[in-house]
């Protein structure tokens, strides 16, 4: 019985493995090849230590700095929202989760665009300005502009981890805390915080992540103006068609996304202990 059992969930995982290897490990394989290799097929660094380059540092700096920044501004808007929800289980706070999750369901492009109405210099924000006869604001093709669009299009990513992590700690630990004198603020950093640490690094990396590779972004809010590392990337594979250059770059990426992998295993497997 052991063994049919098993013979039936490998054959069960066959189309996930299959969908894994044409799709995650083919091209995977793919760009380690060409990143590690010139255009005539020989092996060389050269296209990983392209990052070296001045516009190629460049790029990646203002992309981990606005990755930062957008990651911070997420978390600090995320967890209190979480926080107040988890407190108030109700229709209400199940509509606003509700509010959070829709615009997910909305191509990510279209989401992006809706900004460039709103932010350029004669969209509505500045039309609305206009007419109440205030100072216009001029943040399109910025910086400014590109870390809204990564807040706006990443904010979910960190509070559902967050809300989930908060909403499974049981109401008896709250109580049995303020029953040994603990305080609304003693309580919120030995306990709330400790044990929603692990929806916290979710958060973070599912945030710091797509922020860090981010090119449409910055190219529809950032303009020529603005050039991430990202835009980097796809300048190589699209325009250029210089594979190799886009590969080598993209292996650095990489590098940031397997460290967070690790980080968030050792926070999950702290959790277990």
């Given at each position: 019985?052991?063994?049919?059992?098993?013979k039936?969930?490998?054959?069960?995982?066959?189309?996930?493995l299959?969908?894994?290897?044409?799709?995650?490990?083919?091209?995977?394989?793919m760009?380690?090849?060409?990143?590690?290799?010139?255009?005539?097929g020989?092996?060389?660094?050269?296209?990983v230590?392209?990052?070296?380059?001045?516009?190629?540092?460049?790029?990646?700096?203002l992309?981990?700095?606005?990755?930062?920044?957008?990651?911070?501004?997420c978390?600090?808007?995320?967890?209190?929202?979480?926080?107040?929800?988890?407190?108030?289980?109700?229709?209400?706070?199940?509509?606003?989760?509700?509010?959070?999750?829709?615009?997910?369901?909305?191509?990510f492009?279209?989401?992006?665009?809706a900004?460039?109405?709103?932010?350029?210099?004669?969209?509505?924000?500045?039309?609305?300005?206009?007419?109440?006869?205030?100072p216009?604001?001029?943040?399109?093709?910025?910086?400014?502009?590109?870390?809204?669009?990564?807040?706006?299009?990443?904010?979910?990513?960190?509070?559902?981890p967050?809300?989930?992590?908060?909403?499974?700690?049981?109401?008896?630990?709250f109580e049995?805390?303020?029953?040994?004198?603990?305080?609304?603020?003693?309580?919120?950093?030995?306990?709330?915080?400790?044990?929603?640490?692990?929806?916290?690094?979710?958060?973070?990396?599912?945030?710091?992540?797509?922020?860090?590779?981010?090119?449409?972004?910055?190219?529809?809010?950032?303009?020529?103006?603005?050039?991430?590392?990202?835009?980097?990337?796809?300048?190589?594979?699209?325009?250029s068609?210089?594979?190799?250059?886009?590969?080598?770059?993209?292996?650095?990426?990489?590098?940031?996304?397997?460290?967070?992998?690790?980080?968030?295993?050792?926070?999950?497997?702290?959790?277990?202990?």
């Amino acid at each position: 019985m052991y063994f049919k059992n098993n013979k039936k969930n490998s054959i069960l995982a066959m189309p996930y493995l299959l969908w894994m290897i044409i799709f995650i490990l083919v091209p995977l394989c793919m760009i380690v090849y060409y990143g590690l290799t010139d255009k005539s097929g020989n092996f060389t660094f050269e296209n990983v230590l392209a990052i070296n380059t001045p516009e190629h540092l460049k790029a990646l700096v203002l992309a981990i700095t606005l990755s930062i920044v957008a990651t911070i501004i997420c978390l600090i808007l995320a967890y209190p929202l979480s926080l107040i929800l988890s407190k108030n289980k109700s229709i209400g706070s199940g509509f606003i989760i509700t509010i959070f999750i829709l615009p997910m369901w909305m191509n990510f492009l279209l989401r992006t665009m809706a900004w460039m109405t709103l932010l350029e210099g004669n969209g509505v924000i500045n039309t609305l300005l206009k007419f109440l006869h205030l100072p216009t604001i001029n943040i399109i093709n910025t910086p400014y502009a590109i870390v809204i669009g990564m807040v706006y299009n990443f904010l979910p990513f960190m509070v559902l981890p967050i809300y989930n992590a908060i909403s499974k700690i049981d109401n008896n630990i709250f109580e049995a805390a303020y029953d040994l004198g603990a305080n609304s603020f003693q309580t919120f950093l030995k306990i709330t915080l400790p044990l929603s640490l692990g929806g916290i690094i979710s958060g973070i990396t599912m945030v710091f992540i797509p922020a860090l590779t981010t090119f449409a972004i910055s190219t529809l809010l950032g303009g020529s103006k603005v050039l991430l590392i990202g835009n980097v990337i796809e300048s190589g594979f699209m325009q250029s068609y210089d594979w190799n250059l886009g590969s080598g770059l993209s292996l650095i990426l990489m590098v940031f996304i397997i460290l967070s992998m690790i980080l968030t295993s050792l926070t999950d497997s702290d959790e277990e202990k």
